[in-house]
């Protein structure tokens, strides 16, 4: 299986206990995601970042350590952790399911439509977006296609939230304005691609 994910990625599914998913439907709700499991990939990718910083996660657990100090009924008793479980293993029996054919039509693959000779279609397709889109123009289009063969496999989704995000590298500009900015520009979008693509962590 971790051969497989090197080299195609990893589809999963989960469960959230009822306030992580209200949470997580209200993000969806005010287009800060388009579905699961884009949150699913911009907040992994975030907590990956996090992992490279020990002083960041030192201080969140000192923060939360506080919190229980300051607030000791936070800190859960034996039962209460029981039945906290007990609860989640009866929700899981009947939970709501996220339908993607229900909530959207399931966008088509990047890479697929690549290899059978459909680029316009997949350009059109990256402009036209679902909700945000992950090109505006001629250079963004081809960093976009860059990024969804290297780094994606073709994932739609994954693709737009990778051009519409704020690296730190772009001096605030999302990938997809830096890489329609200028020649220049996207030359260093598609060095990034190809530095995430060996591995740097960026």
């Known amino acids: 299986m971790c051969e497989r994910a090197r080299k195609g990625g990893l589809r999963f599914e989960t469960y959230l206990p009822p306030d992580l998913a209200e949470w997580l439907l209200d993000l969806i709700e005010r287009e800060a995601f388009t579905d699961p499991s884009e949150a699913v990939f911009v907040i992994l990718r975030e907590h990956s970042e996090v992992e490279l910083h020990p002083d960041l996660r030192e201080e969140l657990l000192r923060r939360r350590m506080q919190a229980v100090i300051d607030h000791p009924a936070l800190l859960d008793s ?44 997949a350009i059109a397709v990256l402009k036209h977006g679902i909700r945000r889109v992950g090109a505006v123009g001629p250079r963004s289009a081809q960093a976009a296609l860059k990024a969804s063969v290297r780094l994606f496999a073709g994932d739609l989704e994954a693709t737009i939230a990778f051009m519409n995000y704020r690296h730190p590298w772009l001096t605030g500009s999302t990938v997809m304005e830096r890489a329609e900015q200028s020649d220049e520009g996207l030359e260093f979008v598609i060095d990034m691609i190809g530095a995430i693509e060996a591995g740097v962590h960026v």
């Open 78 to 121: 034996g039962d209460d952790v029981r039945a906290r479980h007990e609860y989640f293993a009866a929700q899981q029996r009947n939970p709501a399911v996220w339908d993607s054919e229900q909530a959207r039509t399931e966008p088509p693959n990047l890479q697929h439509l690549i290899e059978s000779g459909r680029q316009d279609q």
